[in-house]
């Protein structure tokens, strides 16, 4: 586990007092502080030095403010998941909603509270602990797969050496699913608290929403969507962690009532009004019902999202007959990606779209690839960008030479 020490946090603000204030307050936690005095330090702290934890940074300074810092910050692949804290003394509800458009995880309005700021700095710190660690594992683990296929493949292996590689899988296997258990214990944790503010920020609004101002009001709804937004990713890392304990329980599945049922599931909180969505016939499989409606939950839930800006959205959900055993796939005509960026595609914690142009933890396809894998299949993508993308997956080890593309 990561000394205090070795945490680094960067504060930026364009007045030496106030940057004395905050590292006075953080000095007992003996994190690794950096100091910029303005957005232009701070980025190039950042290309210099770009593995910190958090940012606390004041909206209002000469030249460059602390939204410009933000959106160049963001911009950047290697910068984009260093949360931010937003320090103000401004009372304008437009600036807040701008400095959560522009990335910013959280505010703090000055005068700075020790305790408050002490707390918020504590949950974040941890939070960037846990995603470096899966991160850090889940690559490591990859890695060592790929150099035992490949040299399996090539049969220049000696007995002697698989063994003992299979014991590093191994070793790496137990940390994994002890991290797995750290992070399902951590985030377990975290959802009554979030559940509380969440209940007593609703309450409030209920029974005193009356008596607040059209901008009391409007901080409120903030307060309520932030929360929500971070119960999503909380329950997501739940799912993530459960994905590799859970008990793989197989029985015939009619995949068509599945797909039907996750529709109906889908329409109930996202309006389908001006999608056209073909279902063809999809053939019964043997699989986890629960996890496999996680994997059709995600793959439409993905293709709606990212089809709904085009001026006929399509998507169609089908299979393929392979020598007897199924490839099935969900296919839209929406934003697509770049092939170039494939390798990060079902990566823990990576996205290929900003969230500003399309919401999202940037988990979801790595439990999908958790769930395929653990049925002995395959998953698998082929896009352009702007022409839309299919998703495929198998539930053994079929797998085509190359991409159909008969879809």
């Not at 680094?8 to 005095?37: G, P, S």
């Not at 698998?380 to 198998?394: K, R």
Request: charged share 25%; glycine share 6%.
């Amino acid at each position: 586990m990561e000394n205090a020490s070795e945490i680094k946090i960067l504060l930026v603000d364009d007045r030496d007092e106030n940057l004395l204030a905050l590292e006075t307050i953080l000095m007992n936690e003996e994190y690794q502080i950096v100091k910029a005095n303005s957005g232009r330090q701070a980025l190039q702290c950042l290309l210099d030095e770009p593995d910190f934890y958090l940012i606390i940074m004041d909206v209002v300074m000469p030249g460059m403010d602390g939204f410009e810092t933000a959106e160049l910050i963001y911009g950047r692949e290697k910068l984009k998941n260093i949360p931010i804290i937003f320090l103000t003394a401004m009372d304008i509800e437009e600036n807040i909603y701008k400095g959560y458009k522009s990335g910013a995880i959280d505010y703090i309005r000055k005068p700075v509270v020790p305790d408050l700021l002490r707390a918020k700095v504590g949950a974040f710190v941890d939070l960037s602990l846990k995603n470096k660690r899966l991160i850090a594992q889940e690559e490591t683990l990859r890695a060592i797969n790929q150099e035992l296929e490949r040299e399996v493949m090539e049969r220049k292996l000696s007995e002697k050496k698989i063994k003992a590689l299979n014991k590093d899988l191994q070793d790496k296997l137990a940390e994994l699913q002890s991290l797995d258990a750290f992070a399902y214990s951590v985030s377990h944790d975290l959802m009554s608290p979030l559940n509380n503010i969440n209940g007593l920020t609703n309450l409030l609004i209920r029974q005193q929403g009356d008596k607040l101002n059209e901008s009391g009001q409007k901080m409120l709804h903030m307060v309520v969507e932030s929360t929500q937004k971070m119960s999503k990713l909380v329950k997501n890392l739940l799912l993530f962690s459960r994905q590799a304990n859970a008990e793989l329980k197989k029985a015939e599945l009619d995949m068509n009532s599945m797909v039907q049922a996750v529709l109906r599931e889908i329409s109930a909180y996202k309006p389908l009004e001006g999608f056209q969505i073909v279902v063809h016939d999809l053939p019964r499989a043997m699989c986890d019902e629960n996890m496999i409606r996680q994997v059709w939950i995600n793959f439409i839930s993905n293709a709606i999202k990212y089809s709904q800006k085009s001026a006929s959205p399509k998507i169609d959900v089908g299979a393929i007959r392979n020598n007897g055993s199924p490839i099935y796939y969900v296919k839209d005509n929406g934003a697509g990606f770049d092939m170039k960026d494939y390798d990060k595609l079902f990566g823990a914690f990576q996205r290929l779209h900003t969230e500003k142009e399309y919401e999202g933890t940037g988990i979801g396809l790595n439990i999908v690839k958790r769930i395929i894998e653990r049925h002995g299949g395959k998953v698998w993508a082929e896009s352009s960008q702007g022409m839309g993308a299919t998703f495929f997956f198998t539930l053994d080890k079929t797998y085509p030479e190359t991409v159909l593309k008969v879809v």
